[in-house]
């Protein structure tokens, strides 16, 4: 897996989940390693170090694996989306100024949060600067496992600077982001950031 292509965050963390959950089962020992050479792959796919760091922490990290995978292949963020959002609010997930301009929320999908910070795909940096300019709402889309504990979120950015992939993410601040919609719905980032359901495992802290 840890040479795999680069899929969607929710897709590859969900895959990574069952495989150290069998792993965890025939082989122990070899979870933590496992879990560093996929984040050493993907540092900056927030559910990725989401499942990590709940199963090297799981009293039982096969049952772990396993919730950790349904949770993420059951995931509401988008219906739940769509409850928040006006039905006749225009959402604009592309586009330059003009775009934003005639929009009444901006969209964008981030990898990661937290400590203020996101993970998104450095094509998105133009639309944000545009909604920025032209004073539209920002709405970032942040679903199971991809709200962070600060200290972790350092973690996955010093290994997403360290990463030669161009396509890895960028890091950018939550300023002037209105809403983070997640597996709670719309709610403010204050709100959203408190809702960390993952520890910070000493075991991924450290620099390795």
């Not at 969900?14 to 879990?35: F, G, I, K």
């Not at 560093?36 to 009293?59: K, N, S």
């Not at 995931?75 to 330059?96: F, H, N």
């Amino acid at each position: 897996m840890a040479r795999s292509g680069f899929g969607p965050p929710d897709a590859l963390a969900a895959e990574a989940a069952w495989a150290l959950s069998d792993l965890a089962e025939r082989e122990p020992q070899a979870v933590l390693p496992a879990c560093r050479r996929l984040l050493a792959r993907h540092p900056g796919c927030g559910p990725l170090w989401w499942v990590a760091a709940r199963i090297v922490t799981a009293g039982d990290p096969v049952v772990e694996g396993e919730r950790c995978a349904e949770a993420l292949e059951c995931d509401r963020t988008d219906e739940l989306l769509d409850e928040a959002v006006a039905p006749a609010a225009r959402l604009v997930r592309r586009g330059g100024v003009g775009d934003v301009a005639s929009a009444d929320i901006v969209l964008v999908n981030a990898d990661a949060c937290g400590g203020g910070q996101m993970v998104v795909d450095a094509d998105v940096l133009g639309l944000l600067e545009a909604a920025r300019v032209v004073e539209v709402p920002v709405w970032v889309q942040a679903g199971v496992g991809r709200i962070l504990p600060p200290r972790l979120f350092a973690a996955l950015e010093r290994k997403l600077e360290a990463a030669p992939e161009a396509h890895a993410g960028v890091v950018v601040e939550l300023t002037g982001v209105a809403r983070l919609v997640g597996p709670h719905g719309a709610q403010t980032p204050a709100v959203a950031l408190g809702r960390v359901d993952c520890p910070e495992p000493p075991e991924l802290l450290a620099r390795w």
